[in-house]
């Protein structure tokens, strides 16, 4: 008899916003998700959202790192505006030109673990980034010294493709994670830490994306252990307020909730871990 692949299929920015909150605690609880990564900078991030995932049913519970705009610091940041974290393009541009405070960095992380472990009484089970920071050049490098001395005992989230498999230079963000993800996973290897065999879940997020096509193309090859990152939710003013990556979290929750989905891990062979 076959065996099933098993595999983590993780919500991204459980705390962001009570919509996005709401539906990742739903899908936990009807079995349909078994990971999410918290982010404990968030506004509303509060007792009452550690309680009701704690509620939701089991799942792994992550750290997601936050280090980018309109999300402000736990500590005293170098690196500001209006304080604020910088724009996502303006952090990964001062990070490929070595201009970040790497100090800072880790200060950072190391303040957004102890706030996680302070939330939920004890460590994440692993640790990623929001819009992936974490894997940028000097970010990485105070990120895995930070996790290794904080949370060892936690995986991080690798963004690299699934091993053989050719890259799709039309996929430019991908590719861009697959080629930072190389120093990432040398890092983490360096500092002990362990690491997701395979990455998946990358699209565009615009309207016109089929997130019911595409999610069957992230199960094509996935090993064991991989991991497909995703982002239901409901929308609300709060998320909104924060974040641009609306209406396809509906859609996604949708799919995630429905019929479908069910058929395709079983026709791929592929379970929950």
Same mark, same amino acid.
């Given at each position: ?66 280090? &980018?705009?309109? #999300?402000? %610091?736990?500590?005293? $940041?170098?690196? /500001? ?6 724009? +996502? ?112 879940? &990358?699209?565009? #997020?615009? %309207?016109?994306?089929? $997130?019911?096509? /595409? ?6 090859? +996935? ?51």
């Amino acid at each position: 008899m076959k065996t099933a692949r098993r595999i983590w299929l993780c919500a991204d920015d459980y705390g962001i916003a009570p919509g996005v909150d709401r539906g990742i605690c739903e899908l936990i609880g009807r079995g349909r998700l078994n990971a999410t990564s918290a982010m404990v900078v968030a506004p509303s991030f509060s007792k009452d959202t550690v309680k009701a995932l704690r509620d939701a049913g089991r799942a792994a519970i992550g750290l997601h790192v936050t280090l &980018t705009a309109p #999300f402000k %610091p736990l500590t005293d $940041f170098t690196t /500001l505006r209006g304080g604020r974290f910088l724009t +996502l393009t303006n952090v990964l541009g001062m990070a490929m030109a070595r201009r970040l405070d790497r100090a800072a960095l880790e200060r950072e992380i190391a303040a957004q673990l102890r706030a996680f472990a302070d939330a939920f009484g004890r460590p994440p089970d692993f640790v990623d980034g929001h819009q992936h920071v974490h894997i940028f050049p000097q970010v990485r490098d105070a990120f895995a010294r930070s996790v290794a001395e904080h949370a060892p005992n936690a995986w991080v989230r690798q963004c690299g493709r699934i091993s053989g498999q050719p890259r799709k230079l039309h996929d430019q963000k991908g590719l861009l994670l697959d080629i930072l993800s190389v120093g990432f996973r040398r890092r983490a290897r360096r500092a002990g830490l362990r690491f997701n065999p395979a990455f998946a879940g &990358t699209y565009s #997020f615009t %309207p016109e994306a089929n $997130f019911p096509a /595409l999610f069957p193309t992230f199960l094509e090859g +996935l090993p064991d252990g991989g991991l497909v990152m995703c982002h239901p939710g409901f929308v609300d003013a709060e998320l909104e307020r924060l974040d641009p990556l609306t209406t396809t979290r509906e859609r996604e929750y949708a799919y995630l909730n429905g019929k479908d989905f069910s058929r395709v891990l079983a026709e791929k062979d592929v379970a929950l871990a």
